[in-house]
Each structure stands twice: as structure tokens, then as C-alpha cells.
């Protein structure tokens, strides 16, 4: 079974001083997929087998996607017989989702050749030990999460944009190192209210103004590159409005225009930042 899974932004980040059980900050999470996209490939096998294309920087066995399959299997009551292949085109450490992206997506396709539907609870019940993120990529269309940013509010419907994503040259801190900033003194998030609506209503000019992501600072207060990304982008001709997503690197820009996103990506990737030009989408099954 092959998936092509998109890697995702936060049109909305709103991180919450308080805590659940297990230590986590409250986080509510509205996301949409990219048109960007990894390919994840499943075969059945004597035994569990992982590869990535380029390779990954840790060993396999410390990967989402192998901590994905050895506890969907666990969790189904069989062995974790099955070949993994993963061709990765989104950056890491970007705040596009990638590992999150491969797990999901891996859960979704051995859910498929165990005969098991991706949303099933345990599956569901799975995604959300491996990753916070990892859920929303069992299924990926605009959806507001919440809980840890893991648990699924509901889905929404969003029209599809010209983005920009852009990626600057230094690296950026974790995600942990992120959050640990944050409590050093962010603050508490607006309300995604008029960001929801703005949704509904399909206008690119009020989505773009709704843009929201209080973790953001702090991902800048580590990568300052990345604030400079993120303004840069907002002073482009055609960009409506731009973000850094998630715990960064990466900022998008809403653009009003296909060609202006590939005017925006153009100029970038001369500046010497990674950049692409693409789009959001009502679905992963759009494109993938």
C-alpha cells in the first residue's frame, strides 16, 4: 500500500500555560495540509523492516515510524511483520510535521493491509502516544484539534490557497527547547474564533488576518533567522499575510495568486533560503 502524505501548517497555534496529566501544555491546533509530500510505502514482510530516502540521522529503530508499527501491532495483538519505505521531501525540524507525516502515514497504510480502518480507536489511540501531531495525518484535511493538540475537534472546510513556504539557512531549536521557552514567558493565545469563521466564509484576505501562533516567539527567540523569514515574507508583493508554522523553522505566506507564490519562492531560493511554491488543501486526496 503506497500513501503520498502532505506535510501540514498551523493557520492557528495556541499554546496554554496549563498542563494535562501526563505534562503536556494545552494546545489547540487548527491545521491544513500542503501540498508537499512524502511518500510512504507498506509491504507485508517476515519481519519489521524500515527505510528512509535520504536517510535519517538517528537509527530506524528510534523512528516514528517504527515506534508507529511495533505499537499498532501491539495494540492489534500481532506481530509487527511488515516493510516500511519512506521517500521524505519535507524538511524536518521545520514545523511542517515531517516524522509526524511518515508515522501517520504509516499507521494509516499497516491499518489498511491489517485490515483495519486508519480511524479505528485503536489506531486513533496509537497516533496520539507516538506524536502529538500524528493523528491529524491518519486523515489530513483542515481540522481544529485540541486537548495537547492531539485530540480531534472537528473538521473544517477551508478553501485552497497559494502558499509560499520558506526555510532559513540556520537551524532552529526542538520542539521541547520551544516550549521550554515558552514558559519563560509566553503569552496566552487569542481566540481561534475568527480564524474559524474566517474559514467558513472562504475569504483569503480574512484567513490571512486571522494568522495566529503564540509559540512563535519562542521558536524565533532560538532561530532568529526565522523571524527574519517571516518578516521578509510579509513585505512581499502578493503575500496577504505569513506565519512561522508550528515550533518552526519554516514560515508560510498566503499569496493572492499562484504566480505571485512563485514570485515569492523565486526570490527566496536567490536569497539563499529553501522555498517552494505550492498550495493548501481541502484533502490529502486532492493531490495525494
Same mark, same amino acid.
Given at each position: 500500500m503506497t500513501v503520498e502524505v502532505p506535510c501540514k501548517v498551523n493557520l492557528y497555534l495556541g499554546v496554554h500555560a496549563e498542563r494535562d496529566a501526563r505534562g503536556y501544555h494545552r494546545v489547540d491546533s487548527l491545521m491544513v495540509p500542503v501540498a508537499l509530500c512524502d511518500t510512504v510505502v507498506v509491504e507485508e514482510a517476515a519481519e519489521l523492516a524500515a527505510s528512509f530516502s535520504p536517510a535519517l540521522s538517528i537509527p530506524v529503530?528510534?523512528?516514528?515510524?517504527?515506534?508507529?508499527?511495533?505499537?499498532?501491532?501491539?495494540?492489534?495483538? !500481532?506481530?509487527?511483520?511488515?516493510?516500511?519505505? %519512506?521517500? !521524505?521531501?519535507?524538511?524536518?525540524?521545520?514545523?511542517?510535521?515531517?516524522?509526524?507525516? $511518515?508515522a501517520g502515514a504509516a499507521l494509516a497504510a499497516?491499518?489498511?493491509?491489517?485490515?483495519?480502518?486508519?480511524? $479505528?480507536?485503536? %489506531?486513533?489511540? %496509537?497516533?496520539?502516544?507516538?506524536?502529538?501531531? %500524528?493523528?491529524?495525518?491518519?486523515?489530513?484535511r483542515p481540522s481544529f484539534y485540541v486537548g495537547a493538540g492531539d485530540v480531534l475537534?472537528?473538521?473544517?472546510?477551508?478553501?485552497e490557497l497559494p502558499v509560499a513556504l520558506v526555510m532559513p539557512r540556520a537551524e532552529g531549536g526542538s520542539t521541547p527547547?520551544?516550549?521550554?521557552?515558552? $514558559?519563560?514567558?509566553?503569552?496566552?493565545?487569542?481566540?481561534?474564533?475568527l480564524l474559524i469563521a474566517a474559514l467558513a466564509s472562504g475569504d483569503p484576505r480574512a484567513i490571512a488576518a486571522g494568522l495566529r501562533n503564540n509559540l512563535a516567539p519562542a521558536a524565533v527567540t532560538l532561530c532568529p533567522e526565522a523571524g527574519e523569514v517571516e518578516r521578509w515574507l510579509r513585505g512581499r508583493p502578493g503575500v496577504l499575510g505569513a506565519q512561522v508554522t508550528g515550533s518552526g523553522t519554516c514560515s508560510f505566506a498566503i499569496c493572492e495568486?499562484?504566480?505571485?507564490? $512563485?514570485a515569492v519562492a523565486a526570490e527566496a531560493t536567490s536569497r539563499g533560503w529553501q522555498s517552494w511554491s505550492t498550495k493548501t488543501l481541502g484533502s490529502a486526496t486532492e493531490v495525494c
Open positions: 529503530e528510534k523512528s516514528g515510524v517504527w515506534r508507529a508499527a511495533t505499537m499498532l501491532a501491539e495494540a492489534l495483538g !500481532r506481530k509487527p511483520r511488515a516493510r516500511v519505505s %519512506v521517500t !521524505r521531501r519535507i524538511p524536518g525540524s521545520a514545523g511542517l510535521g515531517s516524522s509526524s507525516a $511518515d499497516l491499518a489498511g493491509v491489517w485490515g483495519v480502518d486508519p480511524l $479505528d480507536e485503536r %489506531v486513533v489511540s %496509537v497516533a496520539r502516544r507516538v506524536g502529538a501531531d %500524528v493523528a491529524f495525518f491518519l486523515d489530513p475537534e472537528r473538521t473544517l472546510a477551508a478553501p527547547q520551544a516550549y521550554a521557552e515558552f $514558559d519563560r514567558g509566553g503569552r496566552e493565545p487569542d481566540d481561534p474564533s495568486s499562484a504566480a505571485a507564490a $512563485d
